[in-house]
Structure formats: C-alpha cells, structure tokens
C-alpha cells in the first residue's frame, strides 16, 4: 500500500518521532482513515519497527473500541491484525467484534454457528471467509427489509436454522421460503430510508409528501439508487403513493428543483447532485460537450434554472449562431429563435433572423431549420418581407415533408397563383413517386377538400392503392392506410366517381392486395350500392366451386401472403437496396420480382375468393353433377370437383375442363368417349 512521501522521507532518515506524532494527529483528525494507518504500520514492519508498529496500532485499536466503531475495528482486524494481535488471541478478537457489531441481531449466534465460525479457530483466511458468509446471511436476518425480482418488497419473518433457510412475507405472497446460499442471489436487503422501504414502514408520511413535498418524495427515491433512472422507473418506484391523477402536478413540481439533474436525450435520466451549485456546474459541463443542437435543448430545458447560467449559455449560443450563419442557415436560425423566447440576443451580437433570409439560399436555409414550426415561421417571414416569396414556395413545396408545413406553402401558392397549384395537383396525381410525402399530404388533404377530390377521384383512388405497394411510399405507408378506413379519403371519393369510372375504380379496389380484406369488403359493398352496373356485373359473374377444405386453404394461403410474406419481402427490398448500386443489385431485383408476383398472387387469390362457392353434397344422383363420382365399366372412376382439387393422374378432373362439360348432365347406362375408349356409365356416387 502506497504511503506519502512525507512518511518515505521520515522513514529513510530515521525520524520515528516525527511518525508517532503524526499518528496521533490522525487518531485525532480521522480514526477511520484505515489506509493511512495500515500504510504507515506495514512501513514501519518493513523498516524493522515491528515492535512500535504494535504499539501504534495497539492504540488506534483502543480509540476504535473506546468510540464503538466495531465495523471500522473489524476492518482494521482483517488488514493489519497480523501485525498487533497475537495469533492464539486472533480468532476469539474477531468474534468478540462481531458479536459487538451483529450481537443484537435475533439470530446472530446460530447465523455464526451456521458459518462455522466455531470451526477451525486457527485457520484465519478460512474464517474471514466466514465471517463474509455470516454478514451475507445477518443481512435477511428476522426482520430486514428485502427486495425480489418479480416478487416485490417483503420482511423476513423467520431464519430456520435447522432447514437453513428464511421465511419471507412479501405483499401478495406470505412464508416464501429462500435457502440461506439462495438468499444472495434472490434477494436485495434494502437500507433504512430506502424509498421502497419506506413504502412498506411509512407508506402515510410518504403520501403526505406528494402535495406537502414533491421535491423531498424525489430526492427520497433519487437517492435510494445506485444509478440515475428515467421517468418511468421514478414512477414505479413512487408506485401506490402517487395516484394516476396526482402524477402530472406531482412530476412538474418535483423536477424543477436546482438539485435533479437531468442527462439524455428521448428517454432522459435524472439523479440528485448534493448540492445546487453541483448541479449547475454539471449542467454546464453537458452543455459545453454538446453539439449545437443539443446545447438549445439544454438552453431550453436548464436556462430557467439560474439567471447567470442562462446568461453563460445565450452568450456561447449567440456566437455560436454568427459562426454557422453562412455554413449552417438553419442551426443558425434555431438559435436565435431560442434565444428570442427565453433572454434575447446577448450583448455585442447583432440580432441576424432578417439577415439571413436576404443572405442564405431559401433551400439551404429552410432545409437546415430541423424544427417545424421555425420553418413555418420562415416561410410567413418570407412572405412578409420578400416580394419573390411566391416562387420561393414553389421551390420549398418540392422538398418540404411535413404536412403542416406543406398546408402552409400550399394556401400561399393558391393566393398567388391557383393555376400553379392546379398544376403542382396534377403533378402529384401524375407522377406521386417523385414526391411521396407530398402525394401523401395531397391524399390526407382531399379527405378534407371536396374540390380536391372532385378533380380526379378515379385517378387519385388508384395512385393511393399503387402508392401503399411501392418502396418510394414506406414512410408515409400508414398515414396513406388510414386513407382507405370509412370517413377517410377512400370512402369519401366513391361520390365523386360516375357511372363509367365504377369499373375500373371497382377493379381497383379489387386489386388493392395491402388493405384488409374487411376494408376491401366495404369499398366493394359502396360500390355496388351507388352502382347497379356493378351489382348487375356480380350477378351475372361465373361463381368457382371449391370444396370447404380447398376454400379454406386459399384464404390461408392468402392471409400468410398479406401478413407475413409481403412484409418479409418489404424488408428484404430495404435490405438489399442498402448494399449499393441498384443497377447491379441482385438481391434487389429478385426481391422486386417476387413482390411483384407475390402481389399478383394475393389479387387473384381474394378474386378467385370473392367469388368461389362451396360444393355441396349432390342430392339428386340420376345424373352427372359438380361434387358425384362416376363407376365406368371395366372398373375405372371419374371424379368431377372444382379446378383447385383437380388431378388429372389421380382421376379427379374439374368441372371447367372440357372432359368435363362433355359429360355433365349424363345419366347411368350413358356411353363415354374417353381418352379414346367408349366407356358406360354403370353408378353415379357422391364424391363427399
């Protein structure tokens, strides 16, 4: 153990005294610096000084005993023992310690006897891994506090000696039984002052705090944890004192306090400093290794604490946004906003929103500005105060993404000129792929426009359905979904569509294989009761016959397409288009052409579904029907089913094959020209 220089210097010139002085300085100053004392002692032994080593210790021995400091002489015992206790006296000094520090424990003596601490007294290695065993179990002695994962916060009720185990009373479950070398690892004793613990003792005091001190309940639960904890855990902890309608008021109030700290982003964390002034220097400190930013999240979230950090911080974001005026519009112009809404712009730095309007390039400028309402903002001062605005936003509509902003760019371009509007619609219906945000901010907007979507339902109804299959459209996937679900888009562009559009927008829905089959049933049900073209059309359409297993089978088949294959597809198309140059892209091209046939597969299943009807067993058997089976002369059959059950090989043929149009309707004793041979029909048998 390293030892001060000061004591290297004593000891090589001899001065023992100077060493003994400073000894009983520390016994003085701080009995409990055990590294001090164990040092200087094994320099002492080193130097020969064996005898005054023991003397010294001897005497730091006796103040731990006169004071009662029983864990620290434990310690002191385990370290440097060797060094001042004989070894005969060894083994009962360390029982009697421990019996001073654990003696008032219920089961103390028999925890000691389950240890084998009255076991080979002079093996001392072996008994401090003992007396490490006797404190691992005096830890759930009767009445400790513990915690267990799953189980929640318990007392112990009882230490069996005999079967070696303890009996817990957690809340929902009373004498859970832990064996003693389980316990460790089950079971977490928790401190006095533990906010669990607390919850158990005291739950009232702690509901009082919740209104009295919401500061104080969080600083309780803070400081109960080896680690910072988010919100959520917070709120777990305080779970059963914090009501659901007290949590909002209890959280505000609680977090304003100088002392939480708060770290991260998204999902923050929050600890308590042990003192005000620490936790605005470490506020400080994340600011100052922050990139930009984060340093305005942090000014807007720790500004308010104190007014000279606030100060600290406009100043560095202020120079901050001069320097990235040219490189970074954007950052730039986040900043100063920021600082508009808490202290203003700092001293000596020129307030720079209108300068950089005039000075940065509008793509630049509104591309770099992350937050969506500064955006907005910049396009109404653009508005206001540049006469070139219109076609500024003519330019920004092409890049902007979100919603809002685009309903925003949208009213201005109709204000200025509704023919390039007309024409910037047409586009979208057109050619939606070259802008699937704005495609989708044009589908959600018509559910809310009747002009929109009186211009081109048939066009837009289908543009929406082919959109939901293309990659180009998977971030805006579930906003386009919500499209087709009634009173959305979808449903409302039905009145809109004439008389000779319903085919086709009909066709369209039929083919629509990413909407549920509950969705596609409802389109298809307002179609055909605003058209009686397509009602008629249903009536006079060809039903399939199928058995019910066959059935059943393809609306499997279609169901692991939608759910499984396709989205497997979908995320092997994302997979590969991440590996580099689609031109040359294998994977990309194979996983393309299996989603094209994958989509055609799923269309032609929920046709063939929409129409089929199942075979019924035959009643009447005086002739050939769907669903009979034939005897032939010479023993040969013929089975007529649907065509999903036909095999040929096996004699089964369907009904739709000219085999078999050749001899519906045919009774027994009729001759059959098949395969070449004339055959008579000797039974007819249903085939179910």
């Known amino acids: 153990m390293a030892i001060s220089r000061t004591v290297q210097t004593q000891l090589t010139k001899g001065d023992f005294e100077a060493i003994e002085g400073d000894w009983l300085a520390k016994i003085a100053e701080n009995t409990q610096d055990l590294d001090y004392f164990v040092g200087v002692a094994r320099a002492l032994v080193g130097s020969g000084e064996d005898s005054r080593a023991r003397t010294l210790l001897e005497m730091l021995d006796d103040e731990l005993k006169g004071k009662e400091l029983w864990r620290v002489r434990l310690s002191l015992l385990q370290r440097a023992g060797g060094l001042y206790v004989a070894a005969d006296k060894m083994h009962p000094t360390i029982l009697a310690t421990l019996k001073r520090l654990h003696g008032h ?29 006797l404190e691992s ?232 500005i992350e937050d969506r309402l500064l955006r907005e903002r910049a396009y109404a001062m653009w508005r206001e105060k540049d006469p070139r605005w219109p076609e500024i936003f003519r330019d920004l509509f092409n890049q902007e993404q979100d919603p809002r902003a685009l309903d925003q760019l949208a009213d201005g371009i109709a204000v200025a000129s509704p023919k390039e509007l007309d024409r910037i619609v047409d586009g979208l219906l057109a050619q939606p792929h070259r802008q699937p945000s704005a495609f989708a901010w044009l589908a959600e907007r018509a559910s809310v426009d009747e002009a929109l979507r009186a211009r081109n339902p048939l066009r837009l109804m289908q543009q929406i359905f082919t959109a939901l299959m293309r990659d180009e459209f998977q971030p805006v996937r579930l906003r386009l979904l919500a499209l087709v679900e009634s009173g959305s888009t979808v449903p409302r562009l039905l009145s809109h569509l004439t008389e000779e559009q319903a085919p086709q927008a009909f066709e369209a829905v039929d083919r629509a294989a990413a909407i549920e089959p509950y969705q596609r049933e409802q389109l298809v049900n307002a179609l055909e009761l605003r058209f009686t073209s397509l009602r008629n059309r249903k009536e006079t359409e060809a039903p399939l016959y199928a058995l019910r297993d066959s059935i059943e089978a393809k609306r499997q088949e279609l169901q692991h397409i939608l759910q499984i294959e396709i989205p497997a597809n979908r995320k092997a198309i994302e997979e590969a288009r991440a590996m580099g140059d689609l031109r040359e892209n294998f994977e990309y091209k194979s996983a393309r052409q299996r989603h094209e046939y994958l989509n055609a597969r799923a269309s032609s299943l929920n046709s063939d579904l929409s129409r089929v009807r199942p075979i ?72 179910l």
């Open 105 to 133: 424990r219920p089961n103390f003596q028999g925890l000691a006897e389950a240890a084998g601490l009255s076991r080979a007294p002079q093996d001392i290695p072996k008994t401090w891994e003992k007396v490490d065993r």
């Open 137 to 368: 179990l005096l830890a759930f002695d009767v009445g400790s506090v513990v915690m267990m994962e799953g189980k929640g916060v318990g007392r112990v009720v009882e230490a069996n000696l005999g079967l070696e185990s303890f009996k817990v009373d957690f809340e929902r479950i009373k004498g859970m039984t832990v064996g003693f070398k389980a316990a460790a690892k089950l079971l977490k004793p928790l401190e006095t002052g533990h906010i669990l613990r607390r919850k158990l003792e005291e739950p009232q005091a702690l509901a009082a705090l919740v209104k009295k001190d919401p500061p104080e309940l969080l600083r309780a639960v803070l400081q109960s944890f080896a680690r910072p904890l988010n919100a959520t855990e917070i709120r777990e902890a305080l779970a059963g004192i914090v009501t659901e309608s007290q949590w909002t008021g209890f959280w505000s109030a609680a977090r304003k306090h100088q002392q939480v700290v708060a770290a991260g982003t998204g999902k923050q964390t929050y600890r308590w400093a042990d003192t005000s002034e620490d936790a605005l220097a470490e506020v400080w400190r994340a600011f100052g290794n922050a990139d930009p930013r984060r340093k305005i999240e942090l000014f807007r979230r720790d500004g308010g604490r104190d007014g000279e950090l606030a100060r600290r911080m406009a100043d560095a974001l202020g120079h901050l946004a001069e320097e990235a005026a040219s490189r970074e519009p954007g950052l730039s112009w986040e900043i100063w906003f920021a600082l508009e809404r808490s202290v203003g712009a700092p001293e000596g730095v020129v307030w720079a929103p209108e300068a950089l309007l005039e000075d940065a390039e509008p793509r630049h400028l509104a591309s770099g």
């Open 616 to 687: 019924e067993p035959p009643g009447d058997l005086s002739e050939i029907r769907i669903g009979t089976r034939i005897r032939l002369a010479g023993g040969n059959t013929l089975t007529i089913l649907g065509p999903w059950e036909s095999k040929p090989e096996e004699d089964v043929v369907s009904y739709e094959s000219d085999l078999a149009k050749g001899i519906l309707g045919r009774r027994i004793g009729s001759e059959l020209d098949l395969r070449g041979e004339t055959l008579t029909v000797e039974a007819i048998e249903s085939a």
